[in-house]
């Protein structure tokens, strides 16, 4: 049982858009503790594809987006592309339990 | 460019420690921490802890207290992490991840897989 609620999986056609969300509780995302979100690609290390809820690292396609809101973040991929197909996982930090904290993970498949 | 590399595969007893070695190289190495990540088989992201690498200071999660060590060795820019008393639900891959305390993980290392079997 994560910290953070991830649904297990979502799916969408070439082109479409999706989000997945992340929902926390008041000792971390809506205690005001950034929202992280990794892509880990089949068969490799995760990869940081938004960092402090909403900013993208250098390189990352301007197609990925993030937003919060009270205690639950959101990943939107527009124009989904073939390459999209992940895992995508939420991170933040939970201060009841002084520890950093990943969503269950969700995995996108690109019908 | 900044990577890290980490130790190669390891084979357990049960009962067994473990130590993963992660070489960070192209930072300067004591301006961040490391954070270390386990993914078992199949499964999500299980965050296990973080050490600085600037004072040694450590933060593990709690189920893991007791069994696991992270330590840095600031001469070579290593950070390492063992677990004694390993378990069959310790099988997995280790990542470690360059940090700051509650910043995002940016650098990740490939992995380090562990399985402990009899």
Redesign the interface.
């Known amino acids: 049982q ?1 910290v953070l609620t991830q649904p297990p999986s979502v799916s969408g056609a070439p082109g479409q858009r999706v989000t997945i969300s992340c929902t926390g509780s008041s000792s971390n995302i809506g205690a005001g ?2 929202v ?1 979100w ?1 892509q ?1 690609l089949p068969g ?5 594809l938004i ?2 809820n909403s900013n993208r ?1 250098s390189g990352v396609p301007d197609r990925f987006s993030g937003s919060k809101s009270g205690t639950s973040a959101s990943l939107a991929i527009t124009g989904l592309q073939a390459e999209d197909e992940a ?1 995508y ?1 939420c ?1 933040s ?1 939970d201060s009841s ?9 969700t995995k996108l498949t690109v019908l | 460019q900044v990577q890290l590399v980490q130790s190669g595969a390891e084979v357990k007893k049960p009962g067994a420690s473990v130590k993963v070695s992660c070489k960070a190289s192209g930072y300067t190495f004591t301006s961040y921490g490391i954070s270390w990540v386990r993914q078992a088989p199949g499964q999500g992201l299980e965050w296990m802890g973080w050490i600085s690498a600037y004072n040694g200071n450590t933060n593990y999660a709690q189920k893991l207290q007791g069994r696991v060590t992270m330590t840095t060795d600031t001469s070579t820019s290593t950070a390492y992490m063992e677990l004694r008393s390993l378990r069959s639900d310790d099988t997995a891959v280790y990542y470690c991840a360059r940090a700051r305390l509650l910043a995002p993980m940016d650098v990740w290392g490939k992995g380090t897989t562990v399985t402990v079997s009899s």
């Open positions: 994560s503790y950034d992280h990794y880990q490799t290390a995760p990869k940081l960092y402090g690292p895992d996982y991170q930090y339990l002084s520890v950093g904290v990943f969503g269950g993970g």
